[in-house]
């Protein structure tokens, strides 16, 4: 291409010979950009420039866009915008029914406008998966799942009524029941093609099968060389409507490996010490790309698990290529000859496909890692990054020398031990090995201490169909491991409670206990609020845990317990060896238990089939709901009037947070407390403590989780120092109050706020209420040293304006202590541009300081003007209607 052109570029399709089938088109980059060296661009470079290269025509694309990503270099100095348009959207109910809340309330604001409600729906397709309602309210016995399910619909049925309406009322939205399995591992085994191919103009065209996933972990799919990624739920709503998704390109990090690994080693120890090596490795912001010899060995369930983690080493994305062991995980899981056949035909005819011969691509950084190098860990108590080796765990406690019968209920002792997560649930090998070793303990008459929670959720009914079938159920079982449920429990923060008992003698006696999770997140009083040290592990492992019961024996040394006729038993007498281990996954995973656990996937059980889910175009919102409310985002910017802002001014710092402050820290989640604001609000409305249930699962009502933003138990707000949890100090009095509270305060008021923070701002899960909850405080702005990428993106999606402290600034440097008025120059907001803050103290001292400007793409700046991502494509919409 020379001219810049905006029409499709229907002269570059080419056919794609697919061994027996129909005649193939795609649209080929080789024909677009002749003399451009392919081979050396990174995988995911190549795939959005094929997205790239489809879409021009579309939404104001020309070949100019596809030619400034075809020039990039692994020495990019300045990002750039590439307008991406993912093929499809992957969501959880926690976040995807809020956001099919939004759509609705879409519907509303185009008929108040006087356009088509029925303009606003999905253009691309969309899956619902209901994964994240379960709790483990029962577990360690045989109806753990049966009670659970119970529960689960006792709980949420309006919530999942509003999925069923949507599911009717909106085109290309499928909806995945309770109980059917986590959306990540669903992905992977069942709704990922890798390529997808449609009819246009009487032609088939093939393109890489793309996505979004309101989920942070939705990374978890590059692992199958698929490219998405997590992102807030106003983005992926923007994606439904076909608006591209302006992702900033800059760096692309090659990671090397090497070898294998050792014996006794399992894939969540190389993704653990991934997690560690990558993120001191500084890779947030950077795609991140899996390359070298070691990829001929690892398999897709691995890789995966690997992908899974992108968001805990703080990558965009964590893509692995297209090659044999792709093809032959989609033989594996089920899918068809014919799409196996086209996946590999594509990928070669794109230049997607890797083998020995393929030609390394150039990248921005390298980081190497020897396979062989890596050892047992598990990562904890906070992090997912704080590696820390099996044999040296012991030593961050004082009961290394107990001998395992004088193990009791004390500090260290574990209380929770769950095999959980996407993550590891999805890798058979680590699920057979966690198997094999309960069997080899059962066998030995080993059994869980009485005082830990035990669960299995496995992310797929897959999982439980061959390990029936290989015969491991009932020794898991034995130790206490029945499924309790098939859904994200303990590690997306649904653990339930403890034993009535457990949980008094860890207040009364004030003691340090632990979980133990197979899952990706540990952080701060997400697993259980009594819990206060969470360690990530193999699956084997959290059996072998749940049977000592204690962080301080030293499982690479001290015996684990104590058999049936009184031998000590040491982990490694009941390890499985990694012989037994492949030879029961050959003999018992295959297409006939994958065909097995997706035959029925979208269609629910009993209570899914009775529920009355509403009709018509619009919701019936119920006022009297306290779990489903109309959200206010609309009102927010007709209520502000200006869709140009100037300036924020006479603002008042609402809080000021330290490092590493956390969508936990931030965002709802959890149990609701008694005593706090959302519980005050539910109560006024009639509901009993009893039937408070948790914030995730009252995400689609604005007034519960305003009150809960800010409110985790372990925030630090420097305002308050001394304090623990979600309370500030407001400017006139003295005494701490709520957060919300002090908001509500302001904005009577009408005082602005803002937030001041350190580094890694917003880091975790992509939790749309940590922005949405931020911008219903009436937070402005937030000031901090650095960003996590999804939660600068949502605050910018909400109107939000993120602003970062230049190269060496801090609130500390600069000597802010809160108590300041702050006024913002806004006027020459645009990406990278130098933002003045005027900071006046009490005595009328003044600070001025720049900021670097967080909007990081022109797009972002228009929906930031526009008063945030709803409003502004309600105007799109009506401004289409109006010229159509």
Not at 350 to 377: F, H, I, K, N, T
Not at 559 to 567: E, N, R, T
Not at 798 to 820: A, C, H, I, M
Not at 826 to 839: E, I, L
């Amino acid at each position: 291409m020379t001219a810049a052109t905006t029409r499709p570029p229907t002269s570059f399709l080419r056919p794609v010979p697919v061994p027996g089938q129909q005649v193939v088109q795609g649209y080929s980059l080789a024909a677009a950009a002749p003399g451009v060296a392919l081979d050396r661009l990174p995988y995911c470079v190549r795939v959005l420039a094929e997205n790239v290269l489809r879409h021009i025509g579309q939404n104001g694309l020309t070949s100019d866009d596809l030619m400034a990503l075809l020039a990039w270099k692994p020495d990019q100095a300045e990002p750039i915008e590439v307008p991406f348009h993912p093929g499809r959207v992957l969501m959880q109910d926690y976040t995807g029914i809020p956001a099919l809340v939004d759509l609705a309330t879409l519907r509303n604001g185009m008929q108040d406008a006087g356009g088509s409600p029925r303009s606003v729906n999905p253009q691309i397709p969309v899956d619902l998966v209901i994964d994240h309602s379960m709790v483990v309210d029962v577990a360690g016995r045989p109806d753990a799942l049966l009670r659970n399910m119970e529960l689960e619909f006792s709980r949420n049925s309006e919530r999942f009524a509003l999925a069923k309406w949507a599911q009717r009322t909106f085109d290309n939205v499928r909806v995945v029941p309770p109980g059917r399995g986590i959306l990540h591992q669903v992905n992977i085994e069942h709704i990922a093609t890798v390529v997808r191919s449609e009819e246009a103009a009487a032609k088939v065209v093939a393109f890489p099968d793309t996505m979004v996933g309101t989920d942070s972990h939705s990374t978890m799919v590059n692992g199958l060389g698929v490219l998405g990624w997590g992102v807030g739920g106003i983005e992926a709503e923007a994606a439904m409507m076909g608006l591209p998704l302006v992702t900033p390109l800059r760096r692309v990090v090659g990671v090397k490996l090497t070898g294998k690994l050792a014996a006794g080693v399992t894939a969540t120890d190389l993704v653990l010490t991934l997690t560690q090596r990558l993120r001191a490795a500084g890779v947030v912001d950077a795609m991140v790309e899996f390359f070298g010899p070691a990829l001929a060995s690892l398999p897709v369930a691995d890789r995966a698990t690997i992908a899974n983690m992108a968001p805990e080493y703080g990558s965009t994305c964590a893509l692995f290529p297209i090659d044999a062991a792709t093809t032959a995980y989609l033989a594996l899981t089920g899918r068809s000859a014919e799409q196996v056949a086209l996946v590999e035909a594509y990928a070669r005819f794109q230049g997607l496909w890797r083998d020995a011969g393929s030609v390394d691509p150039a990248y921005s950084d390298l980081v190497a890692l020897d396979l062989s190098e890596v050892q047992p860990c598990v990562a904890g108590p906070g992090k997912p990054h704080q590696k820390v080796l099996l044999q040296d765990v012991a030593a961050q406690f004082d009961a290394h020398s107990m001998r395992p019968s004088d193990v009791k209920l004390a500090n260290g002792a574990v209380v929770i031990a769950a095999i959980t997560s996407c993550t590891n649930t999805s890798n058979p090998a680590v699920m057979i090995a966690a198997g094999l070793l309960a069997r080899n303990a059962a066998r030995r008459g080993l059994r869980s201490r009485p005082w830990v929670k035990t669960s299995l959720t496995p992310g797929s009914r897959v999982v439980g169909e061959y390990l029936e079938a290989a015969g491991l159920m009932a020794p898991l079982a034995e130790l206490g491991f029945h499924i309790a449920g098939f859904g994200c429990g303990t590690c997306g923060g649904n653990s339930g409670p403890l034993a009535p008992a457990v949980e008094a003698a860890i207040r009364d006696q004030q003691l340090h206990v632990c979980s133990v999770l197979s899952g990706n997140r540990n952080f701060e009083a997400r697993i259980h609020l009594q819990v206060r040290g969470n360690y990530l592990m193999s699956p084997p492992l959290v059996v072998a845990y749940a049977i000592a019961g204690h962080m301080g024996l030293d499982l690479t040394r001290d015996p684990i317990g104590v058999d049936s006729d009184g031998q000590d038993v040491h982990l490694a007498d009941i390890w499985p060896s990694a012989e037994e281990v492949e030879q029961m996954v050959v003999r018992h995973v295959g297409p006939a238990a994958f065909a097995a656990g997706y035959a029925d996937i979208f269609q629910g059980d009993k209570s899914w089939e009775q529920l009355d889910a509403p009709k018509g175009e619009l919701f019936p919102w119920d006022d009297g709901s306290t779990y489903i409310r109309r959200p206010p985002y609309l009102d927010l910017r007709r209520a502000t009037g200006s869709e140009t802002p100037t300036g924020i001014h006479g603002a008042r710092a609402l809080l000021m947070l330290g490092d590493s402050i956390t969508t936990d820290h931030i965002s709802p989640a959890g149990a609701i407390a008694s005593g706090s604001p959302a519980a005050a609000y539910l109560q006024s409305r009639g509901v009993t403590p009893l039937d408070f249930n948790s914030y995730g699962s009252r995400r689609s009502n604005h007034e519960v989780m305003v009150r809960g933003t800010f409110a985790n138990t372990r925030l630090r707000n420097e305002l308050v120092p001394g304090h623990e949890g979600g309370v500030t100090r407001h400017a006139s009095q003295a005494d701490p109050l709520s957060v919300y509270q002090a908001a509500e305060r302001y904005a009577a008021d009408n005082v602005p706020v803002v937030v001041l923070a350190g580094r890694d701002y917003g880091a975790g899960s992509s939790r749309d209420w940590a922005a949405k909850g931020t911008r219903l405080l009436g937070v402005q702005a937030v000031v901090a040293e650095t960003f996590e990428r999804i939660h600068r993106a949502n605050l910018a999606n909400l109107g939000v304006l993120p602003l970062q402290f230049v190269q060496g600034q801090s609130r500390t440097t600069l000597g802010l202590d809160g108590s300041e008025t702050f006024d913002i120059d806004t006027s020459p907001v645009r990406p990278g541009a130098t933002v003045t803050v005027r900071a006046t103290r009490a005595s009328g001292e003044v600070v001025e300081f720049p900021t670097r400007c967080r909007l990081d793409t022109a797009s972002e700046v228009e929906v930031w003007r526009g008063g945030g991502m709803m409003p502004f494509v309600l105007d799109r919409l009506l401004h289409q209607e109006a010229t159509a």
